[in-house]
């Protein structure tokens, strides 16, 4: 029997002409695999195909959509909001990953053009021994982060603090659009120009493919401006007794712009990072201390450090607010070390050993053995991002909802950890993160290590607890969008669509309409309506 349908079949030799067998794949765990994010599965899609060249990528998403099959554009795959999430089995799935050229380095116009399967991890490599860096340079998502899925879904963390998101570093995009063009966007979209050096000259069109989960269309290429890397880093931690006043911490370090990365942990965040580590891994992270500092000496010591402190260093339920700061010179960066302790002093914090910012940025692109938890427990995230003055706002409002279901949580076994993250001077990030022992998806079981997922047990599977966990989500997203809270990984989770005014709703429904005249780009993304199944005439 044919696992797929005939018109699939029909569109599997197309694609395979045009791409190469090794670049078409209808195996039907492949699919199913490639159809499930970190939180939930869909409809399980016809094909995958994973092109190798721009030019014929784009020409696959126009043979897709001529086929009347949807086109929905893949990264790392550690999306836990249905952004690449098929709605209904006439999709391919495009996984980006083998577009991973970088494609110059320019030291002089401070640029890099890279495809869109190349990774974080890449770029930071590649940049290193020429003293450059990225602004934002990296995502919790470890190794597989892939510059295409996180301009498309929002990236942040690493030096976010100062920097902000991925998007605010994108100079200019190259798209496939739905019928099989590519569009330029930026400086590379204007004749006679032989340098993307340059991003708003007239109207952003950048701004219109970026966060948009695929909607618009399949990135295929970015150009992102760069950065000297910052010759001194350090590091500092402080606890506090509640989290309202970490987070007050938190957004006076960003409006003073003293730290490249300022983000607090609840207390059950901090037990289950400490408690999902192992040797190799600690030895791993004491090598990345050593060769992160600025001298061997530096380095040697800063490793002792955390030798030292081992991994019982915070006591009691307190909030420990974490930051790098980074500058030209030692001056520089301990003026702002030293500006982050008045902080702290100020919201009656005390101050701890640095052993987690410090590991974090010696192993800024782990393997992503924290898909799942310690104990082989799933988790799923939301966020919301506020101004810095409604951060405690946001916090209160989710806690009463939270506080709805505190008994029925504990009775199912779903716990709570909360992170807050800094963006910038302008945007405070709030993320509750559900946990619970549930059957794995496919993601789960072939992203760790396999010496780390043998250490581990497959849960049963909880059908009482995804559905508590389901209802918590949709009340807080719903919470969310009712304070008119932004979120990046907007995926098919966030009611995006709905929630605009309806001028601007107007607009980019117009626009989509010229990029996707029949709404073949990840139908259901960024809460566009499904159409009914038709093929294009």
């Known amino acids: 029997m044919s696992t797929v349908t005939p018109l699939a079949d029909s569109l599997q030799s197309q694609l395979v002409d045009l791409l190469g067998s090794d670049a078409v794949f209808a195996d039907p765990a492949e699919r199913e695999a490639y159809s499930a994010d970190v939180y939930s599965a869909g409809a399980t899609c016809a094909l995958v195909i994973r092109p190798r060249d721009k030019q014929l990528a784009a020409r696959a998403v126009g043979i897709i959509t001529s086929a009347g099959h949807d086109v929905i554009g893949r990264g790392g795959g550690m999306s836990y909001t249905g952004g690449y999430i098929p709605l209904?089995?006439?999709?391919v799935i495009v996984d980006t990953s083998a577009l991973n050229r970088i494609v110059e380095i320019n030291a002089d116009d401070m640029y890099v053009t890279v495809e869109a399967g190349v990774t974080w991890q890449q770029i930071y490599e590649a940049l290193k021994p020429r003293g450059l860096r990225l602004p934002f340079f990296g995502t919790f998502s470890g190794q597989r982060a892939t510059v295409g899925g996180g301009l498309s879904n929002g990236a942040l963390f690493m030096a976010t603090a100062r920097y902000g998101t991925a998007a605010e570093m994108v100079l200019g995009l190259e798209v496939a659009l739905a019928d099989g063009t590519i569009l330029r966007t930026g400086q590379a979209g204007f004749a006679n120009v032989s340098k993307p050096f340059y991003r708003t000259y007239g109207p952003d069109l950048t701004g219109l493919f970026v966060h948009d989960t695929g909607a618009m269309g399949v990135k295929l290429q970015a150009t992102l401006r760069l950065i000297r890397r910052p010759a001194e880093l350090d590091y500092a931690s402080f606890v506090f007794a509640?989290?309202?006043?970490?987070?007050?911490?938190?957004?006076?370090?960003?409006?003073?712009?003293?730290a490249e990365e300022a983000y607090v942990f609840d207390p059950e965040s901090t037990r289950k990072n400490l408690a999902g580590g192992d040797l190799a891994q600690d030895l791993k992270t004491l090598a990345g201390v050593v060769k992160g500092q600025s001298s061997l000496l530096?380095?040697?010591?800063?490793?002792?450090?955390?030798?030292?402190?081992?991994?019982?260093?915070?006591?009691?339920?307190?909030?420990?607010?974490?930051?790098?700061?980074?500058g030209r010179n030692a001056a520089?960066?301990?003026?702002?070390?030293?500006?982050?302790?008045?902080i702290a002093v100020k919201f009656a914090g005390k101050e701890i050993v640095n052993s987690i910012p410090k590991a974090v940025r010696a192993m800024p692109f782990p393997v992503m053995n924290a898909v799942l938890g310690p104990e082989g427990d799933r988790w799923a995230a939301l966020n919301a991002k506020v101004a810095h003055s409604d951060a405690h706002a946001v916090i209160r409002g989710a806690d009463r909802i939270l506080d709805e279901y505190r008994e029925e949580m504990a009775a199912k076994g779903v716990t709570l950890t909360r992170l807050l993250i800094a963006i910038s001077n302008h945007a405070f990030s709030y993320e509750p993160v559900f946990h619970w022992h549930d059957r794995w998806l496919p993601v789960h079981r072939r992203t760790p290590e396999p010496q780390h997922l043998a250490k581990l047990t497959e849960p049963a599977a909880n059908p009482a607890a995804a559905e508590l966990v389901q209802r918590l989500r949709v009340r807080l997203v719903n919470y969310f969008a009712e304070i008119g809270a932004a979120s990046n990984q907007i995926g098919k989770t966030y009611p995006y669509a709905t929630s605009l005014l309806p001028t601007t709703r107007a607009l980019l429904e117009s626009l989509k309409a010229v990029v996707d005249p029949i709404g073949r780009m990840n139908p259901g993304a960024l809460g566009f309506a499904v159409h009914s199944p038709r093929k294009s005439q």
Do not use: M, Q, Y
């Open 298 to 326: 530096k380095g040697l010591k800063e490793g002792a450090k955390l030798v030292a402190a081992g991994r019982n260093f915070i006591e009691g339920d307190v909030f420990s607010l974490h930051v790098v700061c980074a």
């Open 242 to 258: 509640d989290i309202e006043t970490a987070a007050s911490a938190l957004s006076e370090v960003a409006r003073a712009d003293v």
């Open 88 to 91: 209904r089995p006439e999709s």
């Open 332 to 342: 520089a960066v301990a003026s702002d070390v030293a500006a982050c302790r008045a």
